[in-house]
């Protein structure tokens, strides 16, 4: 399948339906951009007295009358999450098919939405590596986020049915949309490819997502190792501009 993202429909030309509704709403807005932009400062402010971040006027990381072992539970939980957005991202990127044809191997035989669901997967995970206030911080802004993806896979899938109608249809019954199911059987092995990667732009923008990552974990963290986690992250952000 294509990917979920706006630029994955063909453009719109003269003869093309404007977005209407809930969708026109969010991607006009670019509702869906902000959410995700929102993660990483929101993260970074639920760090508070964890580690380099002490500010007294902010709340603080850990939460009264919760246990500390759940801190550390949380954020190993928030980096096995940003693992396997990762992956996610790869996997999905890397097979993908713009325009020309419906994309339904690989990743895309699991799931219609792999890149979707990496957005929410990493966005969760890089909350939670800040701590039991970024954990209530994760699923207040999933709750916000749901209905924003919920209104462009929509508005996406209705363009998809109309180009592909009786191929997304089959394809939609069999795979879930945002939740992964069970794995295809049969069928030739579709492979990630670097190329495929290049032509979506990935690399940078999997390297800046890493590495903000590696901020929250910085800022959990004093001493040499927060310095050096910080630096790595910087250098990420530094490398992923260059990176075409």
Do not use: C
């Amino acid at each position: 399948m294509t990917q979920v993202t706006p630029q994955t429909v063909p453009p719109m030309d003269d003869s093309s339906p404007s977005p209407t509704g809930a969708y026109a709403f969010v991607e006009r807005g670019h509702l869906r951009q902000w959410a995700l932009r929102a993660v990483l400062p929101l993260a970074v402010l639920t760090t508070n007295g964890a580690g380099l971040l002490d500010v007294a006027a902010l709340p603080r990381h850990d939460l009264p009358g919760l246990s500390p072992g759940l801190e550390t539970g949380l954020r190993i939980s928030g980096g096995a999450l940003v693992l396997v957005a990762a992956a996610l991202r790869i996997a999905a990127k890397g097979v993908l098919v713009r325009k020309s044809t419906l994309t339904t191997g690989g990743v895309y035989g699991v799931v219609r939405h792999p890149f979707y669901l990496a957005n929410v997967v990493g966005a969760l995970g890089t909350l939670l590596i800040a701590g039991q206030l970024g954990a209530v911080i994760a699923a207040i802004w999933l709750v916000a986020a749901a209905p924003l993806y919920a209104a462009t896979i929509a508005g996406e899938e209705r363009a998809l049915a109309a180009l592909y109608p009786s191929e997304f249809a089959e394809y939609s019954r069999g795979v879930r949309a945002i939740l992964p199911g069970p794995p295809p059987r049969g069928g030739p092995p579709v492979r990630v490819t670097w190329t495929n990667l290049v032509t979506e732009r990935e690399p940078p923008r999997l390297l800046r997502f890493v590495a903000g990552a590696l901020i929250v974990v910085a800022l959990t963290l004093t001493g040499p190792l927060a310095t050096a986690v910080l630096a790595a992250a910087g250098l990420g952000f530094g490398i992923s501009y260059l990176l075409r």
